[in-house]
């Protein structure tokens, strides 16, 4: 089980830290991802990391801006998001796989979600 938080309602150019808190071990073999789906568009890919070497991707409207981290405790992984833009508006949600992938469908394991707003 994932569970997301930290999804608020703020304005452009602020900042925000999104967390996902998986019940249980993370295993080292593990890929943690962050999508967000936008009003009226569909699930995108934002940004993993692996969990053993701690390697990362981004999308590239979030490269530069965002930064994914996990927590030394080993369960708890971080979108930490800069410069926030009204086009980040979106319900944000935590997934976690085994394959370093992009696509939704890598992932087997979801949150529920985390509403960021972004006003302008």
Known sequence: QLVESGGAVVQAGDSLRLSCTASGRVYSSSVMAWFRQGPGKEREFVALIRWSIPSTFYADPVKGRFTI????????????????????????????????????SAYYTWGQGTQVTVSS
Not at 71 to 88: C, H
């Open 69 to 104: 981290s996990k927590d030394r405790a080993g369960n708890t992984v971080f979108l930490q998001m800069n410069d926030l833009k009204p086009e980040d508006t979106a319900v944000y949600y935590c997934a976690r796989g085994s394959t370093f992938d992009s696509q939704a």
